[in-house]
Structures are given as C-alpha cells and as structure tokens.
C-alpha cells in the first residue's frame, strides 16, 4: 500500500454538518435567504443525505414559487413521501433551533461550496491515483484527462456577475478599437471576401455551423480557410474524424497545384510542378496548422485537447470535420443520438465563450438528396434543434449543378430603388454559400466557384457577385 493512500486511511472528508443546519435553518426563515444563495449550492454539495434532500424540496418550492418555510417543506416532503426518510417533522424543526439570523447565510454557504469542491477534488484524485497504478495506461492522454475532469470540479463555481456600467465600459473600448482597424473585417477573415461583408469575418466566440450535401464541398472550404488563416500566421487546429493527416494534405497540395487529388496520390507530376510543391512544402512547415486525425473523439477528450493547444501552441481558431462523428464518454447518460448532439453542441459552445475563440464545424444534411431543387434551410441540419440553437451563424453551401439547377429568379433593386426581376446562369463551377443565421452580421447569399478537382473554393470578382443579398428571394422556379 502507497503512502497516499495510508495517508488517508481513517480521516473523513472535508465537511461542516453544522454550517449546513444553519443554512437550510436560515433559508426556511427568512423570506428571501434561498434567492441569496440558490445559484451558489445544489443538493450534491450537502455532505449529509437529509440535507442534500430537504434543499431539494426547497428548491422545487422556489421554482415553483411558493413560500419556503417549516410546514411548506414538510408538507412537500410529505406529498413526494420522503419526510420519514429524513427523519419526519421533528427533523425538520430542529434545523432552525441554532439559527439567529440569515446574515451570513452567503458567506456559510460558500464555505459549503468549497468543502463539497474538496470532496469532488478528493474522489476524482483518489479514483486517477488508483487507474495510475495500472499498466499500459498512455500518461499524456491519462494527463490530460484528468486534467480537464479536475478543471471541470472548479468551473462549477457561479462567476461574479458583472454590472452594465462596467460591461458598457469595455464594450466601448472594444468598438473604439474596431474603428481604428482600417479594414471593416473585425473577426479572422475568410478566404471568399464577400462572405466577409456578410460575417465580419470570424469572431471569438462565434459558433459557426458549414452544412452542406454530401461531394458538395465541406472539407474543401473548412481547409481554404485553414489555409488562408495561417497564411497570416493565425494558428489553427483541425480535428478532422473522418479524413487523417495525409489525406487533408493531399487536397491541399491539390489547390496549390491545380492537379487533381488522384494524381497528387500517384505523384504524377512534371518536375517544374515538384519544384513547386517543394517550396510549398517549405511554406507549410513555417504555418501554424495542428491536426488531430484519431477518430473515436469524445467531446470530453475534444476539449480537453483544444484547451492544451491554446495553452501550448496558442491556437485562434479550431475546425472540426464533423461534428455527428464527435462522441461522448458515458453514451448511458443519453436517451438517443440526438440528445448526444445536443449536450455535444452546448458543450462546444461553452468551449469557445470559456477560451474565447472561434470554432467552426462542418455538419450533415438529413433530408435533402442529390437533385432536390430548392435550397438548404436550418431544419436540413442532422440533429438540427440544438445546432441551430446553439450556433452564433449557419452557413450552407449550394452548388446549383449539384442539384440540377441551371438558374435561378430572384428580385433585385434599380436605380430607381424599384424591384426587378433578373436571372443568374450558372455553370458546372458555380458555388452559392447561403448564409441562414448570422447572430450579429447580416444574413443572405455569396457567390464564389467551387473547383472541385483542385479541392478549390474561389473568389469571384466584384462585378460577378450577388450585391444586394438582403433584397433576394428564392422562387418557386427553378428551387
């Protein structure tokens, strides 16, 4: 046996059975003791069973808002037959025997807090020190785990809430800041500059969902972006789950050297394209790009690795591709897949407003197939309640010829500031990024080329863009 574990062998855990009396006790007698402290403790922070219980009650009788007092808990508890599990009326009264006021109620119960944190530290330490002893555990990944489970114990604790006079302070330097950026692109920019005007560029800690069909060009434009941001020496992450590291280098050495994919594979190339693949080589090493390839990704495992890349390798932006192969740990938890999705989501969302950053992952159609004429809207998403809740913008990319579309009707304003109906053509190349949800841009449609064989999106000059994206609609011909 270790010293550690003979260390604490015969002591208990850290608790305080009679700060916990008095705080139920002061809850239940002042009218507005629970509201004080109901964001600071819940029932699992209570070392004793019955405490844990009685403020479970009280809890529901707030929510409910009801009175919180001795005979409403009792007759709650009575009504969810739990009073004689802890112990009957008598129990009841005799938590508010010790208390004279509910002044420090706030100050007693964030020293509960802090002792049921040292409890959880105590539990998570105990049960990491026992795996450490086992063989053939990999100590980075076990490393990094229980660090990120011992950050989550700590998050737990309700943050200061910030005052609007201050919040109004900083946002004023933040928009002093921006006016003085000669560029109108507040965020990181995106490769297709129209796509700028709509988004301002990516943003911290925007949430950004691109869907599309399936060949329809999702992991093309997540590496354009990639590429272009660590051009400018942004670093970058990418989880790619369904393509590996080399793979992903492929079809980029594919749009550098206008060369299909196939041949990049087969290295059937002339020397003067090896010569420029060889400086580019040279380009790659100087950018700041991190792959992770392992598939079996679980969220948990996700954000405990995007947390060390920004620490370790200062990290700006994180890519995924895709989000329905990220998984959780404990599937036992969840009802279905889409409850999954769902926690999968919130917790990304989390990630990226705790290390302000922005994420962008890629994301599943369900519905549509090839050549259903009309365009992509948010309830196309897999699992598309808590994608389209949870993300700050939602993009879609169309290729019109993918569908069978040849050309498409919309309304666009004259001179005279009059409607008018006209018609674009597309070719093989066309690509349409419909912009459904942009939270603090502009939503509406840019137009670039998607060169597929060169594993290329395209910017397209001013004169071929879609102006005025606020003013279009879609007909009924041809979507």
């Known amino acids: 046996m270790n010293l550690i574990t003979l260390s604490m062998e015969g002591k208990l855990p850290p608790q305080a059975i009679d700060l916990e009396e008095i705080v139920i006790g002061a809850a239940m007698l002042e009218k507005t003791a629970f509201g004080k402290v109901s964001t600071i403790l819940d029932k699992k922070d209570f070392y004793k069973e019955q405490h844990g219980i009685v403020w479970d009650i009280m809890s529901e009788l707030y929510n409910e808002n009801l009175p919180i007092d001795i005979m409403s808990v009792i ?17 009841i009264s005799q938590l508010t025997i010790r208390v004279a006021s509910a002044a420090n109620i706030e ?11 040292q409890r959880n530290i105590i539990e998570l330490s105990t049960d990491y020190l026992n795996k450490a002893w086992q063989n053939g555990i990999d100590p980075f990944e076990f490393s990094k785990e229980f660090a990120w489970k011992l950050e989550n114990i700590t998050s737990s604790l309700t943050p200061d809430m910030r005052d609007i006079g201050k919040v109004a302070k900083l946002t004023y330097s933040m928009m002093r800041e921006a006016s003085l950026n000669e560029s109108d692109i507040i965020g990181y920019p995106s490769s297709i500059s129209a796509l700028n005007d709509k988004l301002l560029g990516y943003s911290a800690p925007d949430f950004t969902i691109v869907a599309a069909g399936t060949g329809e060009g999702k992991s093309t434009f997540m590496l354009n972006e990639v590429k272009a941001l660590a051009k400018q020496g942004i670093p970058c992450a990418v989880f790619s789950l369904e393509m590996n590291d080399y793979q992903l280098l492929w079809k980029m050495f594919s749009s550098d050297l206008d060369i299909d994919v196939k041949s990049i594979r087969k290295g059937k190339m002339d020397e003067g394209r090896w010569d420029s693949l060889s400086d580019n080589v040279k380009e790659y090493a100087k950018m700041p790009v991190y792959f992770y390839d392992s598939g079996g990704l679980t969220i948990e495992k996700f954000c405990g690795i995007v947390k060390e890349a920004v620490r370790k390798n200062g990290v700006k932006m994180v890519f995924i591709d895709y989000i329905q192969l990220l998984m959780v740990q404990n599937t036992k938890e969840f009802g279905n897949r889409e409850a999954q999705v769902n926690f999968i989501s919130k917790r990304i969302k989390r990630l990226a407003r705790e290390l302000s950053i922005p994420i962008m992952a890629l994301s599943q159609l369900s519905r549509l197939e090839k050549g259903t004429k009309r365009k992509y809207k ?5 699992e598309s309640g808590a994608l389209e809740q949870d993300s700050d913008n939602v993009i879609f990319l169309y290729n019109p010829s993918y ?39 502009e939503t509406g449609i840019v137009r670039c080329k998607f060169k597929g064989q060169f594993s290329r999106h395209e910017d397209l000059p001013n004169n071929q863009r879609i102006q005025k994206t606020e003013d279009f609609s879609f007909t009924d011909r041809p979507f």
Do not use: P, W
């Not at 007759?75 to 129990?91: M, P, Q, T, V």
């Not at 948010?378 to 897999?382: F, K, N, T």
């Open 75 to 91: 007759e709650k508890l009575r009504s969810k037959g739990k009073l004689d599990l802890i112990g009957g009326a008598h129990f």
């Open 378 to 382: 948010l309830s196309d998403l897999r």
């Open 403 to 441: 569908h069978g579309v040849e050309e498409m009707e919309f309304y666009d304003k004259n001179e005279n500031g009059n409607y008018e109906k006209q018609t674009i053509t597309f070719d093989h190349e066309d690509c349409l990024i419909l912009i459904e949800k942009c939270r603090l841009g």
């Open 107 to 117: 100050y007693h119960s964030t020293i509960i807090k802090q002792l049921s944190l």
